[in-house]
């Protein structure tokens, strides 16, 4: 519970337990003589609400190494209610991992105890705090343990009623069960209550229940200030994922607060806090004893993720043409020819992302998401924690603008996936406005993490696909529906951040650049040729004008003197046609790319 911002505090997690009773509480205590430090609202009724659930699940339930958070045989948990992170911080503070006097560093910019749960914190696998996400990344954790890794571990997933309303939720729900990931188990905290409202069900815990089991879980409603009744429901063997249904009080243990509204996110005052200290602390009995953790059973295998490399080069030869999009399916084949643990995700287009090609070679490390992209994107983020798994997941790129929270939280989980959109642009011809990607570019490029892969044909596809494995971060490859014409030997190296200049002309100097990767752009490449050819830069894009290439190069050359850069891009929601015809109305084909570049030197020369 929350202390007003003088006071100093320090926080335990206090398992009591009883022949009668058993309870939990997450206690701020006064420590005397400590500097003062001025904290902000730590949510603490949303902690109390769940203290019971943290006890049990650290102190009797999980197996684990407390010492070793990520060590691979350990249970996992996700705390998808991120706002209750001193919960979680208490319990790991009462495992010994931290030190009770770094509790006190709590949301204070050098520490590593944030306002939410990230993985600057060993013990914290995915960052949470934007509701909704966090079981469809325990969904890939479990994935990954039952058919991956076989082995024992189990996960654990700690969600909110409020987030109950995102429809993310249920798109993991139903992932979970269709995988019959028995190994997952998802608690419900049903506090009733919401940051600003009662949250749409309330207590009306039947009715969670019915919902759960019609997506296909075994749901079980426990009173969750019962230590006796959680202790039971979590040791019984299960044979499908399990959801427990937890009716609580916010804001349990303070009377003033409980289940009461106006209280989520803010701190005690200091007279109630010192007050509901010394109820809580008259009931403690046994506070000596220490409670340990089971021991994992040691049956992960060890994965090494280095290096993961295409065995010889691309086989394609100069002027044959193939769309970059199937180049990408069988360059991922390939790469997991050679490496077990590559693993692809798609949502229901396979056999137009070509990610089938993968499939048919590898089936067991094959997932099919559905049409559920922001499941996908979360999926793809717990198959990618602790190292176990390289992970590419593939959709229309269009269709990742739906998941684009999942994307920004994957950056701050410093999650490491893959990621191919293809059809993107006008160039896909009559599917319509609805299925062309052009806000793609713009979307990956907002993200901090993000490398954004364009290969213009298959020879760099394939090379992306390999850079993409062994590159840190978020990685969005963009792929084209047409076929395009191989413009690169197969033994052309490319890099992160490389350019490549295709052709100059002789007569008219005249260069053309394929910038390989967006982000990062080879700023230096575009400005030396930029000023062999007097500043005069064109750029040709089958994107919307903002956030795509036009403006990347522009970034690029703010700073230069006498540089004159003339965009070409689609210019507003396009329409149903032939790809020729719509690369021609929005002036991005060769004829309206010629007459720019004429246009260009004509102006230039008249300027003289």
């Known amino acids: 519970s929350g202390l007003n911002d003088q006071v100093p505090l320090k926080m335990d997690l206090f398992p009591i337990m009883s022949s009668q009773d058993s309870v939990c509480s997450v206690l701020c205590v006064q420590s005397p003589g400590m500097t003062p430090c001025p904290l902000p609202s730590r949510h603490p009724t949303s902690c109390c609400s769940v203290a019971e659930i943290m006890s049990v699940l650290f102190f009797n339930t999980m197996k684990y190494h407390p010492e070793d958070p990520r060590n691979i045989n350990n249970d996992r948990f996700v705390l998808s209610k991120g706002h209750a992170a001193p919960v979680l911080y208490a319990v790991w503070a009462e495992a010994g991992y931290l030190k009770d006097s770094e509790l006190l560093n709590l949301r204070k910019v050098d520490s590593i105890l944030e306002g939410h749960p990230v993985p600057k914190q060993q013990f914290v696998d995915v960052a949470t705090g934007s509701l909704g996400q966090g079981l ?87 009173d969750g200030h019962s230590v006796e009744e959680l202790t039971k429901v979590l040791s019984q063997p299960r044979h499908q994922p399990t959801a427990i249904i937890a009716k609580t009080i916010k804001g349990k243990g303070i009377p003033a607060a409980e289940d009461k509204m106006g209280w989520h996110g803010k701190p005690l005052p200091k007279e109630m806090a010192e007050g509901v200290m010394k109820d809580i602390q008259a009931r403690i009995v046994n506070s000596t004893k220490r409670l340990y953790p089971a021991m994992p059973t040691e049956d992960s295998p060890p994965v090494s993720l280095r290096n993961v490399r295409m065995p010889n080069a691309p086989n394609y030869k100069l002027g044959e043409k193939i769309a970059t999009r199937k180049a990408y399916g069988m360059a991922l084949a390939k790469l997991g020819r050679y490496n077990e643990h590559v693993v692809a995700l798609d949502g229901d287009t396979k056999n137009s992302t070509f990610s089938e090609l993968f499939k048919n070679e590898h089936p067991e490390r094959y997932v099919e998401c559905y049409i559920a992209e922001q499941n996908m994107v979360s999926v793809a983020v717990g198959c990618a924690t602790r190292d176990r798994n390289v992970v590419f997941a593939s959709a229309f790129a269009t269709f990742f603008t739906r998941a684009y929270d999942q994307l920004r939280m994957a950056a701050i989980s410093e999650s490491n996936i893959n990621l191919c959109g293809s059809h993107c642009g006008v160039s896909i011809g009559e599917d319509g406005p609805s299925q062309m990607g052009l806000e793609d570019i713009a979307m990956f490029r907002a993200i901090p993490t993000a490398t954004v892969f364009y290969p213009s044909d298959g020879v760099s596809t394939e090379k992306a696909v390999e850079l993409a494995a062994n590159t840190k971060g978020v990685c969005f490859i963009r792929t084209s529906r047409p076929e395009n ?71 690029a050359v703010v700073n230069e003197t006498g540089f004159n850069v003339h965009r070409m891009a689609v210019a507003h929601v396009p329409r149903s046609g032939k790809p020729t015809e719509l690369l021609k109305i929005f002036g991005i084909d060769r004829d309206a790319i010629a007459q720019a570049v004429r246009k260009m030197l004509s102006s230039s020369a008249n300027a003289k």
Request: charged content about 20%; some cysteine.
């Open 485 to 555: 014409t191989v413009l690169y030997n197969s033994n052309e190296d490319f890099h992160v951040g490389q350019a490549k200049e295709i052709s100059t002309t002789k007569r008219i100097n005249i260069r053309v650049i394929d910038p390989f990767t967006i982000k990062p752009l080879d700023s230096n490449t575009i400005i030396e040729h930029a000023k062999a050819t007097r500043g005069r830069i064109v750029t040709v894009e089958d994107h919307y004008y903002e956030g795509g290439l036009g403006e990347a190069v522009c970034s």
């Open 136 to 222: 469809g990344a325990a969904c890939g954790m479990a994935y990954t343990g039952k058919y991956f890794d076989k082995a024992s571990y189990n996960v654990y997933c700690l969600l909110g009623d409020g987030e109950m309303s995102e429809g993310s939720v249920w798109e993991a729900m139903s992932f979970a069960s269709y995988y019959q990931l028995d190994n997952l188990v998802a608690i419900l905290d049903i506090n009733r209550l919401g940051q600003s409202d009662p949250a749409p069900l309330q207590h009306h815990v039947e009715k969670y229940q019915k919902r759960c089991e019609a997506f296909g879980w075994n749901a079980i409603i426990v």
